[in-house]
């Protein structure tokens, strides 16, 4: 038997969320053909827990390497959650899995799998409370030795999310001086330069400002009693939140009413779900601007309205704003946006008479450094932000709608399409209007070589049976598409 199986391994993590120095330390382990029953992880602060690893400090220092190791993209970003998580053996949950990759490449596939489905279930508990932690924060004004203001926050999270939602903070209130206290560790935003501290205790944090008033009353006003489903409500806002919110004092009152309020609402002719579709589209670019339905409308970007004529015999869906469009306001503006463009030329389609919106108004994304990388809104996503799509719909009331990608055909169908088998057919809707299926331009931006050649060609293939619908003579360029 070598020393590397022989000897238990006592492996200390400086930080509670270091994903990096567990990265490191795993593959250096699996490296040297450590087995998981061999290992005994625990974070420095705490030191080695067991006899083993007390005993066998020196063999902390991990053995030569002999293999190359392996992990999947999937286990990476299921491994980058989990690491966040309060239990006490994700550390060594994750090392099993890691090893037991090593020789089933598919195992992270297996749903089933009982170290796959828990860890799983992990970082959905991970990723809930960082969601928590960005819709249940409440800033509250303080006075600075300088006369300025600094808005300073108390927030309890499950687990080791506060360095992960940091990014989050800054990009939200760059231009002001913040504070985010908890139990373990407290953040400091000065404007420049982002400090950590040791945790705070909840009376360090200011009990209410000036503002509080105003926040209840706005509460108050837009507190919908049609809508009202307590146990819903309590799922998604936990009680345990309600002490740190100025609007929680009102909710018991505002439920207890609830009932006397529906009733008046109906009396007044008001729908039961207070959803009335507005009666324009500047109305819905007003509404969609404070939709807080689903996590992508809490993430701190604005929403992007259609942009169009109110009459248009064509309607273009896409799938979320990007980048580009969330910074300008306006949809289709990037690099898919002007592949879009030049194809719309090339079937004679003019761009000033589309109206071209998307599936959902939010961008969601993720962020890596300055960078904001797109991530796909799930089906609850798009079904939530459906009720927009309808409500343009109805008052555009175009002929033909494309749809971009399999999103924008869920936003229309309210079933996920295949595109692979649906692009390109014609299909009558209830509404009177016709529908086309193909791909998002910013798919034809990932293809190379023929690849490309050959996906655009069928995309400008699918414009041109649009412009067939319309009864416009495409352009001749469409003949013989070129890339860009």
């Known amino acids: 038997m070598s020393v590397a199986t022989a000897t238990m391994q006592a492996v200390l993590i400086d930080r509670p969320d270091d994903f990096e120095e567990w990265r490191g330390k795993a593959r250096a382990l699996a490296a040297a053909r450590v087995p998981p029953e061999?290992?005994?992880?625990?974070?420095?602060?705490?030191?080695?827990?067991?006899?083993?690893?007390?005993?066998?400090?020196?063999?902390?220092?991990?053995?030569?390497?002999?293999?190359?190791?392996?992990?999947?993209?999937?286990?990476?970003?299921?491994?980058?959650?989990?690491?966040?998580?309060?239990?006490?053996?994700?550390?060594?949950?994750?090392?099993?899995?890691?090893?037991?990759?090593?020789?089933?490449?598919?195992?992270?596939?297996?749903?089933?799998?009982?170290?796959?489905?828990?860890?799983?279930?992990?970082?959905?508990?991970?990723?809930?409370?960082?969601?928590?932690?960005?819709?249940?924060?409440?800033?509250?004004?303080?006075?600075?030795?300088?006369?300025?203001?600094?808005?300073?926050?108390?927030?309890?999270?499950?687990?080791h999310i506060v360095r992960a939602n940091a990014d989050f903070f800054l990009n939200r209130f760059a231009s002001q001086r913040w504070s985010i206290l908890t139990p373990e560790l407290c953040l400091h935003w000065d404007g420049e330069t982002l400090a950590e501290a040791p945790g705070a205790?909840?009376?360090?944090?200011?009990?209410?400002?000036?503002?509080?008033?105003?926040?209840?009353?706005?509460?108050?006003?837009?507190?919908?009693?049609?809508?009202?489903?307590?146990?819903?409500?309590?799922k998604e806002m936990p009680r345990r939140y309600w002490k740190n919110l100025p609007e929680a004092r009102l909710i018991p009152g505002l439920i207890a009413g609830?009932?006397?309020?529906?009733?008046?609402?109906?009396?007044?002719?008001?729908?039961?779900?207070?959803?009335?579709?507005?009666?324009?589209?500047?109305?819905?670019?007003?509404?969609?601007?404070?939709?807080?339905?689903?996590?992508?409308?809490?993430?701190?970007?604005?929403?992007?309205?259609g942009e169009g004529p109110a009459r248009a015999r064509l309607l273009i869906v896409g799938e979320q704003p990007g980048d580009c469009e969330e910074r300008d306001g306006r949809p289709f503006v990037g690099p898919a946006g002007q592949l879009l463009d030049r194809h719309l030329e090339r079937a004679g389609l003019d761009r000033s008479l589309i109206r071209l919106t998307n599936a959902v108004r939010h961008f969601k994304f993720e962020q890596r450094g300055k960078r904001r990388i797109h991530q796909n809104p799930t089906a609850g996503e798009i079904d939530r932000c459906r009720w927009w799509l309808d409500a343009e719909r109805r008052l555009v009331r175009p002929e033909v709608i494309l749809a971009l990608g399999a999103s924008a055909g869920r936003a229309i169908l309210g079933r996920t399409p295949s595109i692979g088998k649906e692009r390109g057919e014609v299909r009558s809707l209830p509404d009177g209007s016709?529908?086309?299926?193909?791909?998002?331009?910013?798919?034809?931006?990932?293809?190379?070589?023929?690849?490309?050649?050959?996906?655009?060609?069928?995309?400008?293939?699918?414009?041109?049976?649009?412009?067939a619908l319309l009864q416009i003579r495409p352009a001749p360029a469409a003949l013989a598409p070129e890339r860009a």
């Open 258 to 305: 609830a009932q006397a309020r529906e009733a008046a609402m109906v009396e007044r002719g008001g729908s039961r779900f207070d959803r009335a579709p507005p009666t324009s589209l500047e109305a819905i670019a007003g509404r969609i601007e404070a939709c807080r339905q689903c996590p992508i409308g809490c993430n701190g970007t604005r929403a992007v309205a």
């Open 201 to 234: 205790d909840r009376r360090d944090a200011p009990a209410e400002d000036v503002a509080e008033h105003l926040w209840q009353s706005y509460y108050a006003s837009i507190f919908n009693p049609a809508r009202l489903k307590v146990a819903a409500m309590v």
């Open 434 to 467: 016709r529908l086309v299926l193909t791909m998002h331009p910013s798919y034809l931006l990932r293809l190379r070589d023929d690849a490309a050649i050959d996906a655009e060609r069928r995309f400008q293939s699918d414009l041109g049976r649009v412009a």
């Open 38 to 159: 061999r290992t005994s992880w625990s974070l420095a602060t705490e030191g080695a827990r067991d006899l083993f690893g007390a005993r066998n400090a020196e063999a902390a220092k991990s053995p030569p390497p002999q293999r190359a190791v392996r992990a999947s993209k999937a286990f990476l970003q299921l491994a980058g959650s989990v690491v966040l998580h309060r239990d006490r053996n994700r550390f060594a949950m994750l090392y099993r899995l890691l090893w037991r990759l090593q020789d089933d490449a598919l195992l992270m596939q297996s749903t089933s799998d009982p170290d796959v489905h828990r860890l799983t279930a992990m970082a959905g508990h991970v990723r809930r409370d960082i969601h928590k932690m960005r819709a249940f924060l409440r800033f509250r004004a303080t006075a600075e030795p300088d006369g300025g203001e600094r808005f300073v926050a108390w927030f309890e999270p499950d687990h």
